[in-house]
Structures are given as C-alpha cells and as structure tokens.
C-alpha cells in the first residue's frame, strides 16, 4: 500500500499521490485575468495557483471532467495535456484537443494504468438540462488492490448521479468534490455542489474523507471555503487542504 496524499492547487485542480501515480484534476495553473466564454459568459479568475505548471514535478495522469470552461481547463493545463501527458475525459474533449494523448471514456466505461483501474462515472454541470448548454462532464472513480477507492466529482451539481455512483461503489474511502454552487447569469442554478449538497454528496457516498474543491479563485463560485467547512462542521469528514502544501490523507479510520 502506497501513501495516498492530496496536495491543493486551486479553484478544481488537485495534485493526488494515489498507488505510486501522480494525478492533477481539471489543470488550471494560469494568472488571475478574465476570460470570454462560449455564449458571452465572462469568467474571472481571482487567485493563482499554488504551484506553478513547471513546478509540479512527474505527471503521470490527467482526470479532466470537461474542456469547455476555462475554470477546469485554462491555457497552462492545455499546455500540460500538450506535453502528451495520458488524460482521460469525455468522448468531446477527445474529439476537439490535439493529439491522441486524451482519452474519451462514456459513463461506466474504464481505463487501466498501473494498478489503478479508473470508473468514468455521470455528471451533470447544474439542473437538469443543462447538458445542452455546458456540454458533457464526466466524474472518476480510483480503485487499485489495497488502496482507497476515490470519487473525484469533477464539476456535478447532480445528488440523483452521486446516488448511482454510490449504488456501484460505496462506501467510498476519499470523495473530492467540486463545491463553491458555481453560477453564471444564464442558469438560474448551481452548476456545481452546494455546501448542504456536498454533505449530502459526502452521506450518499459513506465518504470516509471529504476533500473539498472549486470554492476558491474564481468569481462566479458563490459559496467560499468557509461555507463548506461550516456545512461539514458537525462531521469530521473535510480535510484541511492548505494551499500548495502535500496532505497525506488517513482514510482507514
């Protein structure tokens, strides 16, 4: 058994140390500025990483959730996909970026590394509907002999989803959710986990550890780390993940 440790980017992007791989969700690593989405939404980014793209070290995977929004995959985490860098995402992101080093997975489908055996399980980026106008996501479910299984969400605002996750793969050792209920003025909805849903998400699941993500750096998140740690407070579920630093996660307990 390897040390399963989480070291805390910013806004979605984590750096996981999992069964000898070093894994970075939805890359994001460029400078605080504002970007132009699709369909006149305006995105600010507030805060810069915690660990610069040349910093990191080996990179063995990536899990992108979906390459549509700048907030889960800005200009420097394409340059890192660029370096050829295995990423794994949904059927479109493997259609619409360069190279063959993207791999699209549909819902339920696997991909082997190492030991590790990766789920891509469903996820729906807000209401109901919402498909149509924020593309499809994808979240991921870790599993390798003798280590935690891990549920990264990616950007899901769906607990009817988390429930079918949790039918094929509970009790889950390590959830890491995206939370912040992300909001753009199009949607009259969270697109991602509310602080209350992540609990939900987090009780569904028999989350061991919470890892808590996509609070921070970014404007149009509208619930802030502090939402999420007051939601959590009567568990002992959420993990303190400063920023930039490497936390080994105990999840036997």
């Known amino acids: 058994m390897s040390t399963t440790a989480i070291t805390y980017i910013g806004g979605p992007t984590v750096l996981l140390d999992y069964a000898n791989l070093r894994i970075v969700t939805d890359p994001t690593f460029d400078a605080p500025q504002t970007y132009a989405e699709p369909g006149s939404t305006t995105l600010v980014k507030t805060h810069g990483p915690g660990i610069a793209r040349s910093d990191l070290g080996r990179v063995d995977l990536v899990l992108l959730s979906h390459h549509g929004h700048k907030d889960n995959l800005d200009y420097e985490g394409l340059e890192l996909i660029a370096q050829g860098v295995p990423t794994l995402s949904t059927v479109m992101a493997a259609n619409d970026l360069f190279g063959g080093s993207v791999i699209g997975l549909d819902g339920w489908e696997t991909f082997d590394i190492g030991a590790v055996t990766i789920t891509a399980v469903p996820a729906l980026h807000g209401p109901p ?107 002992d579920l959420l993990i303190a993940t400063p920023r930039g630093k490497r936390v080994e996660i105990n999840w036997g307990v």
């Open 129 to 235: 509907g919402s498909e149509r106008r924020s593309g499809p996501v994808i979240g991921f479910v870790l599993q390798a002999p003798g280590e935690p299984t891990v549920y990264v969400s990616g950007d899901n605002a769906s607990l009817p989803l988390v429930g079918q996750i949790a039918d094929r793969f509970a009790p889950i050792d390590i959830a890491v959710l995206n939370a912040g209920a992300a909001r753009v003025p199009a949607v009259d909805a969270p697109l991602t986990l509310t602080s209350v849903d992540a609990v939900a998400a987090a009780t569904m699941l028999g989350a061991k550890r919470v890892v808590g993500v996509h609070t921070e750096d970014w404007a149009h998140f509208s619930e802030t780390r502090a939402n999420l740690e007051a939601a959590f407070a009567d568990t």
